[in-house]
């Protein structure tokens, strides 16, 4: 069964413009996770959000998490051709479960 | 450090074959995972293993087999390949449980079953 999903399904947007991924997720989760996907290539860990957490930053990425309402978001601020990829969100799903849910993933596309 | 490898990097099996994908990481993780990857399905857990000698079933693991004799390498095994096994195959490993640690991907076993 699918945890996390993410909207929109592909994103296509102008460099230096923002992109915003959001996920939403069915079960209480202790963290949250982003990972990116380039073509071809295996994911590759963005940032972690625990659950006790509202925001956190890294670099040109934002990501929120609201707990009540299950969802999180990804901001990409500034983007540039190289953002382009596949972005996933994953999940730590049942307490003590010791494996990740992964969502079908945003494809975001830079251009140029 | 080379991480996380996986071999091969692509294979055709026929309808009935068997074969085993390698994975092998260098970085002293105790947690290891198979992953496939479909169009539209995003990655689903095939099986995990929360160190040597241990391997426990994850979503997706019938008609798949795996096996974790040393700690730096994880063995998926199909017995008898489906073309429904036509799939990218991941690899990953982490560092201990999944609360606070994130995981590192190989780059993928193209796996096509005729």
């Known amino acids: 069964s699918q945890q996390g999903e993410e909207d929109p399904q592909a994103l296509s947007i102008q460099e230096g413009e923002n992109a915003t991924m959001n996920c939403s997720y069915k079960t209480s989760i202790n963290n949250l996770q982003w990972y990116r996907q380039n073509s071809g290539r295996g994911l590759v860990h963005l940032i972690l959000i625990r659950s006790n957490e509202r925001e956190k930053h890294s670099g040109r990425l934002r990501v929120t998490l609201d707990t009540s309402k299950k969802s999180s978001s990804l901001l990409i601020t500034a983007s540039r051709a190289a953002d382009t990829a596949s972005y996933f969100c994953?999940?730590?799903?049942?307490?003590?479960?010791?494996?990740?849910?992964f969502g079908q993933g945003t494809r975001l596309t830079i251009n140029p | 450090n080379a991480g996380v490898t996986q071999t091969p990097k692509f294979r055709v099996l026929k309808t009935g074959q068997s074969m085993t994908l390698l994975c092998a990481q260098d970085m002293n993780h105790e947690y290891m995972y198979w992953y496939r990857q479909d169009p539209g399905m995003g990655l689903r857990l095939i099986h995990y293993?929360?160190?040597?000698?241990?391997?426990a079933k994850g979503e997706v693991p019938d008609g798949y087999n795996v096996s974790r004799l040393k700690k730096q390498n994880f063995l998926l095994g199909l017995e008898s390949a489906a073309p429904s096994q036509t799939s990218v195959y991941f690899c990953a490993s982490s560092l201990s449980g999944i609360r606070t640690d994130t995981q590192y991907f190989g780059p993928g076993t193209r796996l096509t079953v005729l």
């Open positions: 293993s929360v160190g040597e000698g241990t391997t």
């Open positions: 994953a999940t730590d799903g049942e307490r003590g479960a010791q494996k990740l849910v």
